[in-house]
Each structure stands twice: as C-alpha cells, then as structure tokens.
C-alpha cells in the first residue's frame, strides 16, 4: 500500500498571501489529522477530519482551516500569511474509528513565508 | 508546565550502550505514542500504548497509568538510531482522534 503522501513538498509564500496543502491518506484510511511542527512550538494538532467532517479542532486562528473529499483526501488552507506560520506541515491518517488507531504520517509540507 | 514533559532533552550516547527516554503526562489518557523523527521531517509511529508494555526488536516501551509516566528503551543502540523521539499522548476527552498534546521531544546522538 502507498503511504501518505503531502504535496507540495516545499513552499515559499510571502506574508499576506494564502496557501493550500493536500494530504492523500492511506487507502482505506478515513481519518486525516494535521499538525503543525515549529522549533518554537513544537508539534501542535491543527484538525481532524473523518468521513469529510471536522471532528476536532487545536488552538489556532480561524485562518486556519481544512476540509476533507469523499475520497478521504484532504487539504488545508492558511489565509492572510503571517512569518510565524512558517513550519512544517504533517498530516497523519489513520485506519480506526475505535479503539484509538495508530497514525501514520505523511512527509510533510515545509512552508515558509517570506 | 506543559502537560507532556520528556526528559533529557538532549541525548548523546556511544554505540551499544542501553537508552531510557522519559515521559510524564498530567492528564488522563486513552493513549499514549512514541514517535520518532529523522532529520529531514519524516515521523514513524513507534508505539501505541494504553497499559503494560511492548516490544519491538530493540525497542521496548511501557507505562504505568497510575504514575502518568511512560518510557522508551533502546537496547544495543546504534548509530541509526540517531533521531528525535517524541512522546504524545491522547487525552480522554478527544475521543478517538488524533487530537494529540506532543512532548517537546527528545534528540538522541548515537557515536559509533
């Protein structure tokens, strides 16, 4: 089976503008978390999604947000850039409604705004 | 305090010897991960524990639930083990998502 996959891989932005990030899970997979990774902050959970609806949701500005396909691919959105968005972007799917499924993570998406 | 800590921060080791990476967490959990993390971003899924212990190869993983504390153990560490190894922990109150609190992660050096 194909791993998650993320694209882009690496990004430059300048402050203001938006980005999109897309996360393709595991086959068969219909849960995607996103996180956010600074050297700051550490990693942080964005959201998660499951069968297209947002289940959870971290501590981050409504700038942020996401959204889940039919086909479990997701993507998310950062409106209006701002230099501290820079960081690495992961997204990790996972295979279980319950018991608690292990994640499996993407490569992730390296942003950085100028 | 954050409500995941590990200990040490920074770990330099020489090839073969035994590592122990610590975690505490001060809320009640469903689960508990161990991660680890290669230069470059990519982040493998070592573990997932929600009592006891578990093994893998030269990795072995427990927690005591009463004492809020979880350890990783390498055995005959090699320099491939060279990584950042990060604990997160899944509160009870996420249900099952992948709502995770992270520690602030764990560097280990491995010299030959």
């Known amino acids: 089976k194909a791993g998650v996959t993320q694209t882009p891989r690496y990004l430059i932005k300048t402050r203001g503008q938006q980005v999109t990030l897309s996360c393709s899970p595991i086959?068969?997979?219909?849960?995607v978390s996103w996180y956010q990774q600074t050297p700051g902050q550490g990693l942080q959970f964005l959201f998660e999604y499951f069968s297209e609806t947002q289940r959870n949701k971290g501590n981050f500005p409504g700038r942020f947000s996401g959204r889940q396909f039919s086909n479990s691919r997701s993507e998310m959105n950062v409106s209006t850039l701002e230099l501290g968005d820079s960081a690495l972007y992961l997204c990790?799917?996972?295979?279980?409604?319950?018991?608690?499924?292990?994640?499996?993570f993407g490569p992730g998406t390296r942003l950085t705004v100028l | 305090k954050n409500e995941v800590e590990q200990s040490p921060q920074n770990l330099t080791a020489q090839e073969g010897e035994f590592i122990t990476i610590n975690c505490s967490y001060s809320?009640?959990?469903?689960?508990l991960h161990w991660l680890q993390q290669h230069p470059g971003g990519g982040i493998v899924s070592l573990f997932m524990?929600?009592?006891g212990k578990k093994k893998h190869g030269r990795l072995i993983a427990t927690i005591n639930i009463q004492e809020k504390h979880s350890s990783l153990h390498i055995t005959a560490s090699h320099p491939r083990d060279s990584a950042v190894y990060i604990c997160?922990?899944?509160?009870?109150?996420?249900?099952?998502?992948?709502?995770?609190?992270f520690g602030q992660g764990t560097t280990l050096q491995v010299k030959p």
């Open positions: 997160a922990a899944l509160p009870t109150d996420s249900g099952n998502t992948g709502k995770l609190i």
């Open positions: 086959s068969g997979h219909r849960s």
């Open positions: 990790a799917s996972s295979p279980l409604l319950a018991p608690v499924g292990e994640q499996f």
């Open positions: 524990l929600s009592s």
């Open positions: 809320v009640g959990i469903s689960a």
